[in-house]
């Protein structure tokens, strides 16, 4: 059973915007950092964005200005806001739970592909 279930992926123009959704079990996102990766066909994994339970976010810097990561506590999801898309943001994308205390402990959803596409 996958704990992090991921949506809103899809093929937009460059330009446009996807917001992505992650929903997590209440036990994993009262405590642990949420962020989302990606992967590119041919290309290994890359850290994109994440949030900590104190709500310290932090960004790579391919899509500072154009993506936010936000959480919304009551619903225990994690969403990705992405905007200005271009043709290198293409990559299956994927939810991230990472444990801040005590022991390591990492979550991963199925990925959500993100193709963006004249």
């Known amino acids: 059973q996958v704990p992090l279930v991921e949506s809103g992926g899809g093929t937009v123009q460059p330009g446009g915007s996807l917001n992505l959704s992650c929903v997590a079990p209440t036990r994993i996102f009262n405590f642990f950092t949420m962020g989302w990766f990606r992967q590119a066909p041919g290309k290994q994994r890359e850290w994109v964005a994440t949030?900590?339970?104190?709500?310290?976010?932090n960004y790579t810097d391919a899509v500072k200005g154009r993506f936010t990561i936000s959480r919304h506590n009551y619903k225990n999801t994690v969403y990705l806001l992405m905007n200005n898309l271009k043709p290198e943001d293409t990559a299956v994308y994927y939810c991230n739970a990472d444990r801040e205390t005590g022991y390591q402990q990492t979550y991963w959803g199925q990925g959500t592909q993100v193709t963006v596409s004249s």
């Open positions: 949030e900590t339970t104190d709500a310290l976010k």
